[in-house]
């Protein structure tokens, strides 16, 4: 597809289980980024990546979250262990390399994540 | 944090009224960009503007920067029911290791028709 793409869409899951969200990037966009959006409330910053530079994983709250990019293409970001705090909207976006463009950020729809 | 936050948190206005929002950021920035999210969607851009550039204008947006002050406004004119959103400011820093782009809280916007 032409944009960002996210699955799962929804995720309901049981705390302490692990999930796994992905997000398949544009095509030639060497930038990815995940940021988690809780109810009412604005972004935080996940974790970066560009390129094969080492990601800049300063936004992950906690130990239990780790994420991974296979070259330029598809990103999976992974929580163990949840917890109800987990419960958001995970939203992935992509661009060009930094200083190959504006810089702008296309987003994918997310991946709403539900603890019980 | 570089954080931006933004005010008013929530905004109401009429149809055809203008809208003004203002964003407040703490470090050093290379751009700042605006970007619209409709409930229960991702974001989507709208204008940017560069660290030294005062003022730009995209059809109904005016977006001012004012570096010495690390703020800037996006102004929405003869607003539309259709504008209802929230709005959020995003700074990307300059210098630095990293590029990554950080967003502001956001100002929800709801045009009454």
């Known amino acids: 597809g032409a944009g960002v793409s996210q699955s799962p869409s929804n995720k309901v899951t049981e705390k302490g289980k692990d999930v796994e969200l992905r997000c398949d990037p544009i095509?030639?966009?060497?930038?990815l980024y995940w940021y988690r959006q809780r109810l009412g409330q604005g972004l935080e910053f996940l974790i970066y990546?560009?390129?094969?530079?080492?990601p800049d994983k300063s936004g992950l709250p906690s130990d239990r979250f780790s994420a991974e990019r296979t070259g330029e293409s598809v990103s999976t970001l992974t929580i163990q262990r949840t917890q109800q705090e987990d419960s958001a909207v995970y939203l992935c976006a992509s661009s060009l390399g930094w200083g190959s463009g504006t810089g702008e950020l296309f987003f994918g729809e997310g991946s709403r994540l539900t603890v019980l | 944090s570089q954080q931006g936050e933004e005010d008013p948190q929530a905004l109401s206005i009429q149809e055809g009224e203008n809208a003004t929002m203002n964003c407040s950021y703490k470090t050093s920035i290379n751009n700042l960009q605006w970007y619209r999210q409709n409930s229960g969607r991702g974001l989507v851009h709208l204008i940017l503007i560069r660290s030294n550039e005062r003022e730009k204008h995209s059809g109904r947006l005016r977006v001012t920067l004012d570096t010495s002050k690390k703020s800037s406004s996006l102004l929405i004119t003869a607003s539309r029911a259709a504008d209802t959103a929230s709005y959020f400011c995003?700074?990307?820093?300059?210098?630095?290791?990293?590029?990554?782009?950080?967003f502001g809280t956001g100002t929800l916007l709801a045009v009454q028709p």
């Open positions: 095509s030639g966009h060497t930038a």
């Open positions: 990546f560009q390129g094969n530079s080492a």
């Open positions: 995003a700074t990307r820093g300059s210098g630095g290791a990293t590029n990554k782009l950080i």
